[in-house]
């Protein structure tokens, strides 16, 4: 039973002093306090080392029965314990029920599953109908194992992808830095080298040229600045263009995702999948058995006293006469045409239904 609201909040008072062995972080200050997932009531490191060491061990805070096991102890991450339960709940109830938008009929539906599984976890923060909510909560893990495995993995693979696009724009970012600092540099140099040009000229000529020559230089510096815009103009369009590519590429790539078989009924308004049906093994005659007919079977020898005496007559077996295949040619005209009814087949004929049939005999 996990401990009640008020007892968790509570123990929030005394966070310096571990309850187990009385010692207080103002004694020792390098002291840390451990919480275990079980019933979340707080020890200091040394207590878990001193009782849990030799295997699992009652919880020794008193009026607590859980066996707890040291491998599960850990460092608390949020300073409530209400928080800490519930975000711990929270984290294995998602990574179960972690079914995709993309999976549903409708928007609808993806609402319902999200209210459905808000639904359970307040149930298990809460203490409501916890059996029921961990039988079914289980039994969908195992129904569903490949589907949740596959999410995933589908998971684990965005977030790195996400990952290496941030890297990636930092990079892109710190190259476009980068090329703006030279190009400021480049066209402060350039400047001060044309002023300087300007200068010696105007101290190597005659003094009526001053005007001329400074306005020279003027235009100079006019006419770079305005190619380097345009170029800049170029440069920027292009990046755009390439930015664009970039996140249609993405798109793309979200689409593509593994489906599976999905047939629990915990979860509604999961899209059907239609698995394809198995393909049947090839029949090179459509359904017709060789050597295989309908009013008759082929027997090895008739009686008959015309016949017999063929058997033994060297004459006749030496040119590779074969009775067998008279006996079979025999009874096949024989039986030939009693499977055809002919006014039948005209009506059908006559009427428009007039289907190519294969003759069977
Ligand atoms: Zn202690
Ligand atoms: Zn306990």
Redesign the pocket.
Known sequence: MP?SRESISNRGDDDEVCPVCKSSRYLNPDMRFLI?P????KMCESCVDRIFSGGPA????A????T?RKARFRKQTFEDIGVEREVDIRRRVMQVLNRREEEFDSKRAYDDFLEQREEIIANLVHGTDVAKTEGDLQRYASENMRSIRANQALEAREASSFQEQQTHEQELARLRRQAAREEYENERREILAGREDVLSRLAAGKPADAATIAREGHKVLLKKSSARRSEEERIRQKQAALRNSDSRKAGATAVDRTTESRDSGFIKGLKRIKTPEPEKPYDPFGGLVPNKRDYYTLRDSYPSSYLDPIRQDTRMQAGGYNLQEYYSRTLMEAFAGLGCFVDEEVARRDGAISKPNATEV
């Open positions: 401990p275990n079980e019933c979340y009531h009652n919880c020794p805070v009026g607590c029965h859980k707890l």
